[in-house]
T-cell receptor, first 112, second 112 residues
């Protein structure tokens, strides 16, 4: 079955800097990769997603890149702000299992 | 449009008891999935329902069960609670034939 690995587990950046979170997946058949942000006491919130027929997608300060050959995908946050501090999860959709497989999460700290 | 709602938000039970959690999906969403989130294991898939049918089940003991009603609302039940069942239980819903899952705020269960 699908397995998703995520790095780093913790990331601390200065306000205004960029943050990058990297993930790898194992199932070459996977074709949908969402990213979720989870704040304290809340459920995961979808922030951006990408499908395998696209190499990059941007939404304001957030971008995701996908390398199907290497089975890598990454989240890029530019001009980080204190409110970006949260846990971020990468994920891959398991088509046969009707489920999302999550990475272990990255705790992002943005220092003001 | 209202998001996914889960009740109750917090629950304290003792070992051996049973518990029922409820989830109301976003209007029009017919797929409902349940996930368990713990610090040690991360987000783990429990089961998925579509049109009142369980289409997939994760690697959890039979003490964990669920069901979906004709209005797409879902419940999950955990019988004979163990200390290790303490976790945040998340419900997610999606449109038919869509991979994108939207999560509720979760029910935090503490087993004493």
């Amino acid at each position: 079955g699908e397995n998703v690995e995520q790095h780093p587990s913790t990331l601390s950046v200065q306000e205004g800097d960029s943050a990058v979170i990297k993930c790898t997946y194992s199932d070459s058949a996977s074709n949908y990769f969402p990213w979720y942000k989870q704040e304290l006491g809340k459920g995961p919130q979808l922030i951006i997603d990408i499908r395998s027929n696209v190499g990059e997608k941007k939404d304001q300060r957030i971008a995701v890149t996908l390398n199907k050959t290497a089975k890598h995908f990454s989240l890029h946050i530019t001009e980080t702000q204190p409110e970006d501090s949260a846990v971020y999860f990468c994920a891959a959709w398991d088509t046969g299992g009707f489920k999302t497989i999550f990475g272990a999460g990255t705790r992002l700290f943005v220092k003001a | 449009k209202a998001g996914v709602t889960q009740t109750p938000r917090y629950l304290i039970k003792t070992r051996g008891q049973q518990v029922t959690l409820s989830c109301s999906p976003i209007s029009g969403h017919r797929s409902v999935s349940w996930y368990q989130q713990t610090p040690g294991q991360g987000l783990q898939f429990l089961f998925e329902y579509f049109s009142e049918t369980q289409r997939n089940k994760g690697n959890f003991p039979g003490r964990f069960s669920g069901r979906q009603f004709s209005n797409s609302r879902s419940e999950m039940n955990v019988s004979t609670l163990e200390l290790g069942d303490s976790a945040l239980y998340l419900c997610a819903s999606s449109l038919p034939d869509e991979e994108t899952q939207y999560f509720g705020p979760g029910t935090r269960l503490l087993v004493l």
